[in-house]
């Protein structure tokens, strides 16, 4: 796939059940990253908290693309936010 001036932007191929930290899609990743970093830290889940969540999203059938098919969500994003909660109507975090 070639970006608006003929360069790579996408590096593999894509992958329905990858989190944007395993398949950056232009550059999104950082978008969330710099998000989450500036994050007051209150408002931020702890890092096992957040690597759990993403556990979760990891395996389950609505992550398409690094985002919630629930939602519209990028997943890290919402997982890093100390007081959301998963959208399915199971609520697996």
């Given amino acids: ?3 608006s001036k003929g360069n790579s932007v996408v590096s ?9 930290e395993e398949y ?5 990743l950082m978008t969330v990253r710099e998000i989450i ?3 007051p830290p209150e408002q ?3 890092e096992a908290e957040y690597r759990r969540r993403l556990d979760i ?4 059938e609505q992550l398409n693309g ?3 098919a629930v939602c519209g969500c990028y997943v890290e994003l919402r997982a890093a936010k100390k007081r959301q909660y998963c959208p399915d109507v199971k609520k697996y975090w």
Avoid: I, N, T
């Avoid at 593999?12 to 944007?20: D, E, H, S, T, V």
């Avoid at 950056?24 to 999104?28: F, K, R």
């Avoid at 999203?57 to 389950?60: E, G, K, L, Q, R």
């Fill in 57 to 60: 999203c990891s395996a389950c």
């Fill in 66 to 68: 690094g985002m919630c």
């Fill in 44 to 46: 931020r889940a702890d």
């Fill in 37 to 39: 970093a500036a994050m």
């Fill in 24 to 28: 950056d899609q232009d550059g999104a």
């Fill in 1 to 3: 796939m070639l970006g």
């Fill in 12 to 20: 593999k191929p894509f992958c329905r059940k990858c989190l944007l």
